[in-house]
């Protein structure tokens, strides 16, 4: 069922860092910015030029696209530069990027390789802070902004195979809170969403994500969160009826992030016993 649009990003500029295509949650936040109003720049790195999925986004949200390396200082000033000179003082900032190289290439926590491990941490989470650092300096930001950057409770508990991700998201989330106070000076928000397992291309990457994503679905009471759910969530954060919302890193996970455990898993457990016995 389609969301009613009720303008709460009527006259509101940003940047959306991080669609790739349809089953990306940053695609289902440009299109749900787009309904409410919001006018933005869509980003990615060069190499997701070759999928060719972008334009059609674009397209559809009547945005144009500015191609950027988020681990680049040069690309992200560049970005600025070319994003306000078209929007003006910008007001929102979406940051959904994350890459776990080791994560991919199947490498276990006890033997990462470094230079990838690096590379991790410098593209889902430094990113973040290069990104609001180099808006600040470049006066892009306009005061009264929000910025959201997206997690996964894999920040705050141990989950064997998302392994070095968990890092990234939990340095991401430190970000989030370290910058928030400075911001505050300016009147700008920041927060992180802890989504649910969320069937996207990246989570897809991840050894063991359909266990997870079971998990999560018998756990949560209200199953897990899907992307366009997690959108309009989203909207909330970059609107103004938040405007005291800031610092936090707020779970959008059908209520699994307060479970110990549910009827369906005991049941489930208890069954698995019986037929081991």
Same mark, same amino acid.
């Given at each position: 069922?389609?969301?009613?649009?009720? !303008?709460?990003?009527?006259?509101?500029?940003?940047?959306? *860092?991080?669609? =790739?295509?349809? !089953?990306?949650?940053?695609? %289902?936040?440009?299109?749900?910015?787009?309904?409410?109003?919001?006018?933005?720049?869509?980003? !990615?790195? &060069?190499?997701?030029?070759?999928?060719?999925? =972008?334009?059609?986004?674009?397209?559809?949200?009547?945005?144009?696209?500015? @191609?950027?390396?988020?681990?680049?200082?040069?690309?992200?000033? #560049?970005?600025? +530069?070319?994003?306000?000179?078209?929007?003006?003082?910008?007001?929102?900032?979406? %940051?959904?990027?994350?890459?776990?190289?080791?994560?991919?290439?199947?490498?276990?926590?006890?033997?990462?390789?470094?230079? @990838?491990? %690096?590379?991790?941490?410098?593209? #889902?989470?430094?990113?973040?802070?290069?990104?609001? #650092? %180099?808006?600040?300096?470049?006066?892009?930001?306009?005061?009264?902004?929000?910025?959201?950057? $997206?997690? /996964?409770?894999? +920040?705050?508990?141990?989950?064997?195979?998302?392994?070095?991700?968990?890092?990234?998201?939990?340095? =991401?989330?430190?970000?989030?809170?370290?910058?928030?106070?400075?911001?505050?000076?300016?009147?700008?928000?920041?927060?992180?969403?802890?989504?649910? &397992?969320?069937?996207?291309?990246?989570?897809?990457?991840?050894?063991?994500?359909?266990?997870?994503?079971? *998990?999560?679905?018998? $756990?949560? &009471?209200?199953? !897990?969160?899907?992307? +366009?759910?997690?959108?309009? /969530?989203?909207?909330?954060?970059?609107?103004? $009826?938040?405007?005291?919302?800031?610092?936090?890193?707020?779970?959008?996970?059908?209520?699994?992030?307060?479970?110990?455990?549910?009827?369906? $898993?005991?049941?489930?457990?208890?069954?698995?016993?019986?037929?081991?016995?």
């Amino acid at each position: 069922m389609a969301t009613k649009a009720y !303008n709460l990003l009527e006259g509101k500029t940003g940047v959306i *860092f991080g669609a =790739l295509d349809e !089953n990306s949650i940053a695609w %289902h936040i440009a299109e749900a910015v787009y309904r409410e109003g919001g006018r933005f720049v869509l980003s !990615n790195a &060069p190499v997701v030029r070759r999928f060719g999925t =972008l334009e059609a986004l674009a397209e559809k949200t009547e945005s144009i696209i500015i @191609w950027a390396d988020a681990t680049s200082d040069d690309d992200i000033r #560049s970005l600025y +530069a070319e994003a306000t000179e078209r929007l003006g003082r910008l007001d929102f900032i979406v %940051h959904s990027i994350g890459m776990g190289l080791n994560v991919r290439k199947k490498k276990e926590y006890e033997a990462l390789n470094y230079d @990838w491990y %690096h590379k991790t941490l410098d593209i #889902s989470a430094i990113s973040l802070h290069r990104i609001v #650092s %180099h808006g600040l300096a470049l006066d892009a930001l306009a005061e009264g902004g929000s910025i959201v950057a $997206l997690s /996964y409770i894999g +920040a705050q508990r141990t989950f064997s195979k998302y392994s070095e991700m968990g890092d990234a998201k939990a340095l =991401l989330e430190s970000i989030v809170r370290s910058y928030g106070y400075r911001l505050g000076k300016r009147r700008i928000r920041i927060n992180a969403i802890s989504q649910s &397992p969320t069937k996207t291309t990246a989570g897809s990457g991840i050894e063991g994500f359909d266990a997870m994503y079971d *998990f999560a679905e018998k $756990l949560s &009471p209200l199953g !897990n969160a899907d992307a +366009a759910s997690c959108a309009d /969530y989203t909207v909330t954060l970059l609107s103004d $009826l938040t405007r005291m919302v800031t610092m936090q890193t707020l779970y959008h996970d059908g209520g699994f992030s307060s479970m110990g455990i549910s009827d369906e $898993l005991v049941l489930q457990l208890h069954r698995l016993a019986q037929q081991d016995g």
